[in-house]
């Protein structure tokens, strides 16, 4: 008859019949519960068929029944459905196996013993080691509890009698807080339920001992109905109004007669008993759920005829009950039931179970990212993020927060299918899909080719539950075009997070906010990581060690985990590695392509960190040719700061944009914006270069950098001074090279360099380059050739900047004599040469033999270029410069207004010699105390500089600073130090803190300071100076000592004559040493000894410096040097301090006579000297009389 399916109100179906609860209860029966999983395999079988026609996935138990409980070997079907989620074919040949195994022999033939006792007739260890096989066999550890906390749809309690009380109990998979909970294994509440009597020994878990629940519960439906009002409705006990569908299944009717025949009959009325129980209770619970049985809400299958003759241990008889369930199923009858059961079962809505394809166990070693993490899984879900892109460098940890991801995600929402697909390559990409159908059950996965689009459509309907879709390593821009870009699954209910090594490619996944960025970790995230990765936990001890290592590598995860595990290896302390990375090149490429063991790896992905990029290199190679030509260059130059400028040109702006954006979207280069520059990261640019050595292109690209750079790199033109900056660290970098010893434009790229460093005053640095490049020219072109003649005078005068003047002298001696002799005496070149050596005697207090050449020279273009030349005019110039170093400044104020007078006529007034000419005749007016006809033409010359050349020229600030030493003369330190300061600040700025105009400036600013007596600034700016010369210059270096004798000035002027004499007699000490007694520095240094010494009283020992001083000044520069005049006037004050008023008198007298006849009456030395005489006369007056 028609039964309907649903309970109508009024034109709307009863919501239970697609939300209400799904119950099973299975019989136990021995080996014929075989005949309850044919039974179910047929309900199950016509259900997915007609879910298949509605294109449905196919189903499992687990997914359609909300309750499975069971007794005996109904129990074990119950484990096996619902616990390990097997479906119905997949349980009949675990079953089929596990009867056969444990039924095969039997342990005793008798089930009574001599004495009457119940003895065992097969073995539970054979039982017990089947059952642990058939849960393994699922990859579940064979210890694992039967209710192991995990939330499932479904739910699982078996049967088992307690040894001790008789009574039945329920052994679960989940939770009820009202009933007590018996901690079981999965094996254990397997064996409780099938211990049955005479069959197996009594279960033991924990103390509590079982046999099998078959009498008293054989059939239990009674206990399911029990357990499901416990579950969803223990306060109303109404559970009939909440189930949908309720299924009971039998193992097939025995029959009394075949019991008696075939059983002692000792055990013979237990075992009537338990099927007459069974039966009796199958029809007391059609009587209570008669309505649902009539509304075809509740089943009761179990066959009556053919399984008779079958034991409980017969397991030969497979077929034979194979055979009677299906002629039962056949029946017109069940064949109307089972198509009523499964059209009610069809409406259930299953909640799918939750799918896990993750390929790689939770990572042991992940530390940190909890921000990363939190906002990931804050977007899941909702909305905004349906997709997500994870984006960073190659071993940066994408995979790894992913995967933590995964692990989080099944943890809090055990629903939710979590989906792996490795997108390494086309071919993996396929296969992880077809699992990802295979799993989900998705209908005609088998027989379609585009299994993507089966899944994409599966995934995208919402029935198919929560789901995160995990796609690891989307880097081929290929790959997501053609692959992936049309195939990822949309749903309200799912997302899709992505990793990417490729930003352009995380920008087409998804828009931000959803692109997430991945850096390296930070110090103490990284720190972490090291100490889980390492053996060895006292290696950290060393934290200074174990912070050097980690910035080594660059705060990458990968390279971390690599170290460790190279460490781990080999025992060594983290000192060692740290050496190990600092040696050549080679070496730490080898030390980072040692592979290592990790879980987490793909097996077609090599782990080192310098092979991980090599498939990225790849990419870029394949995808812009461009780009990865850029990368090749970037590799052969100093990785940090690469100005764009430096880049080969493309053909077009384009194609350079586009190719630093795909260097930039692989994480492989930084941007610096505001410097238009780029970086490249540390190992990148190691594996770079690694991957151009293998493929026997690293000569190649190191020699078009060294091209390229030879090509930019501008001359020493102070205009551009910011441009060679931007290259020098570049240039350096390739000049280390050892891959371009043998290009033909080295030399020209080191002469460029070395003049540049030279410019910025880096002296020894341009030394090393300046050499090298001398002494490729002399092997190139010979030692007369004209380039390797002037890279030697460019050696030389290196050599004289950073004080070396023997050497310069050497070298300048010999450049000239080689040029005289083949150039000729006037040739240019030589009396270049001649000037050259003149500037070093001058350097060295050799006047006498600096103006003999300077005159020489002189004469020579008077005669050969005339009166007016330009390089005349500088001889002339030179030789005034030198006649004032001598204290003649009337033959230096003719020769400087001479020059003036012809530049201006013939180059005008503006011209920037003109304006060295006014500048120079200045400094002579200054010299000689005119200090008002000095600051005239100063501010004349600064006023046209500051105009034609600009405010930060350097011959600007010259004049600036020129100015300023004037105003101090005439005491207008306001006016000075204005000037001054100003002057330090472009300085700065321009030339950088440590250049060694600027290091003059901070000392002349000092200097107004200490005119001011303001000891203290002048003593911090003074003791920074000299910090500076110490490390940049050399603790011997003139500019040094310098500075140390200022210093020590200051420490006299604060009276801290202690200081100050320890310091000064240093620096006398350095000078006897290396420029000998009689230079005009030792001397000054020997005077300023003598001066602290007066400060001190020590009267005898300033009188015996004084002495010595004078007598060395007499003669060598003569009795009327500006420099004798002061040291006769010193000696004079400290005669007179030590009461030889009378020698005292007659020596100031001197110094004031030639005071008079050299610099003048007016003069302030003269001035002062007057005044000192005037005061002893009249003081020696007053005593006389």
Known sequence: MAQRLATQHGDEPDPLDTTGLCLLSLDGGGVRGLSSLYILKGLMTRLNNQRQDAGRPSVKPCDVFDLIGGTSTGGLIAIMLGRLEMDVDECITAYSGLMKTVFGEKLNKFPISFKGNTKPQFDSATLEKAIKQVITGRGIPETAKLNDGVKRGCRVFVCTTSHETKGIRRLRSYLLPDEPDISATICEAALATSAATSFFDVAQIGTRKFVDGALGANNPVDEVEDEASNIWCSETADLQRQVKCFISIGTGH?????????TIKFLSKTLVGIATETERTADKFVSRWRQHFDTNRYFRFNVQQGLQAVRLAEYQEQGLIEAATEEYLGQQEQRSRMRDCVSNLKQKETVPKACWTVPFERNPRFVGRNSYLDRLENALFTAQAPKIAISGLGGVGKTQLVLELAYRIKDNYPDCSIFWIPATSAENLQRAFTDVGQQLGVPGIQKQTDVKKLVQRHLSQESAGQWLFIVDNVDDMDIWAHELRNCLPKSQRGCVVCTTRNRKVAVKIAVAPNVIEVPEMDEEMAMQLLAKSLINQELLACVQDAQKLLEQLTFLPLAIVQAAAYINETGIVLLDYLSLLGEQEQDVIDLLSEDFEDDGRYEDIKNPVAMTWLVSFEHIQRLDPLAAEYLSFMSCVDPKDIPQSLLPPGLSR?????????????SFVGRRPADNA?????????ATRSWLQERGSLVEWSTKALKRLEEVFPDDDHRNRSMWRLYLTHARYVLGSKYTEDAQERTALLWKFATCLYSDGRYNESEAYALEEMEISKR??????????????????TYRNQGRWIEAEELEVQVLEIRRRVFGEEHLDTLTSMANLASTYSNQGRWI?????KVQILQIRKNVLGEKHPDTLISMANLASTYSNQGRWIEAEELEVQVLEIRRSVLGEEHPDTLTSMGNLASTYRDQGRWTEAEELEVQVLEIRKRVLGEEHPNTLTSMANLASTYSDQGQWTEAEELKVQVLEIRRRVLGEEHPNTLTSMNNLALTYSDQGRWIEAEELEVQVLEIRKRVLGEKHPNTLISMGNLASTYRNQGRWAEAEELEVQVL???????????????????NLASTYSNQGRWAEAEELEVRVLEIRKRVLGEEHPDTLISMNNLAFTLNSLGHQSRAISLMEECLQMGEKVIGPHHPSTQSSLETLNAWLLEDMHISG
């Not at 780029?678 to 190691?686: E, G, I, Q, S, T």
């Open 780 to 797: 190139v072109l010979g030692e007369e050739h004209p380039d390797t003649l002037t890279s030697m005078a460019n050696l030389a005068s």
């Open 849 to 853: 033999e600096a103006e003999e050449l």
């Open 254 to 262: 025995p029959g009394k007669k075949a019991i008696e025949d075939k």
């Open 678 to 686: 780029l970086d490249v990261h540390r190992l990148v640019h190691l």
């Open 654 to 666: 384009k194609k350079e944009t586009d190719a630093i954006g795909m260097l930039h979207a692989y």
């Open 1069 to 1087: 000490e350095i000078r006897r040493s290396v420029l000998g007694e009689e230079h005009p520095n030792t001397l000054i240094s020997m005077g």
